[in-house]
């Protein structure tokens, strides 16, 4: 970690040389094609910036490589067996932990069981604090811009593989109602997370982690009341710049809606991609 953050500081402090160098040229030299040259040669720095900058960003990429089979070991505990994933209502979908029902994931809800869910630890929680665990004494030994990096790299490690539980799933509208809740509660914890005050909107996040991102819209595409918002749904967001799903992940998640039908779903978005 010392040595990543002494990469990030020179990286830094380069940056800020060749800002002070070139305007000390700029108001201690009148300009002539001397003064150029001298520009050119601070802008020669940069390179020196990148590498430095491309070595650590290199390594923290390494470090969340190396990560990745416990953050899908700490997914796979947080949602339970593939089987749960899938039951009705509210059969295999909770155990009972030291102070109280632990929710496992399951979106086939009906009232009483969405009811009962309201009063359990949910597995986003469960999965939150396993991954504050587990990234906490990185974190504090890391620069900010590096931690936000390793952030960013395990939760979009673990958003893709919450996104493959998913598609396992069935979901009824309170249960889409739940992943929508379940989902806010991750992306609230990212921004907990990260140091950078440009990653505190949801926006933010969304640019710098597309697994999360898709994981939002998934949620927002399961809660459409009626299949007939989808098309304006997925246009509107589009041109927003806030879509990443395609066509067929749309028409698979939809499908997993117990109300819409599945034909209807595959006409409805018998659409070219954009």
């Not at 952030?151 to 249960?175: H, I, N, P």
């Not at 589009?238 to 067929?248: A, F, P, S």
Request: net charge negative; with cysteine; proline share 3%.
């Amino acid at each position: 970690c010392a040595m990543l953050n002494d990469l990030d500081v020179a990286s830094n402090h380069v940056t800020e040389l060749e800002k002070v160098l070139t305007q000390s040229i700029e108001q201690g030299f009148p300009a002539s094609s001397e003064a150029e040259q001298l520009k050119m040669c601070v802008k020669s720095l940069t390179p020196i910036m990148e590498s430095f900058s491309l070595a650590s960003d290199s390594t923290i990429e390494s470090l969340v490589g190396t990560m990745k089979p416990r953050v899908r070991s700490l997914v796979a505990d947080a949602v339970g067996s593939e089987s749960s994933a899938s039951t009705s209502f509210m059969s295999s979908s909770v155990g009972v932990g030291k102070d109280r029902t632990a929710a496992r994931m399951n979106y086939n809800l009906n009232e009483a069981a969405y009811k009962l869910l309201q009063l359990s630890e949910g597995y986003i929680s469960r999965l939150c604090a396993s991954l504050d665990e587990l990234m906490r004494p990185l974190k504090l030994n890391l620069a900010p811009r590096l931690a936000d990096a390793l952030v960013l790299g395990v939760l979009g490690t673990a958003a893709k593989r919450l996104e493959g539980s998913l598609r396992r799933c069935q979901f009824t509208a309170l249960g889409a109602l739940s992943l929508d809740a379940d989902m806010r509660e991750l992306l609230s914890y990212a921004k907990e997370c990260v140091d950078s005050p440009e990653l505190n909107s949801n926006m933010a996040i969304y640019r710098a982690c597309t697994p999360v991102a898709r994981l939002m819209q998934i949620a927002r595409l399961l809660n459409v009341d009626d299949l007939e918002d989808v098309v304006d749904l997925i246009s509107s967001s589009k041109r927003k710049g806030n879509w990443d799903l395609k066509l067929e992940d749309a028409k698979a998640f939809l499908s997993l809606r117990v109300e819409f039908e599945g034909r209807k779903v595959n006409e409805l978005l018998n659409i070219e991609e954009e």
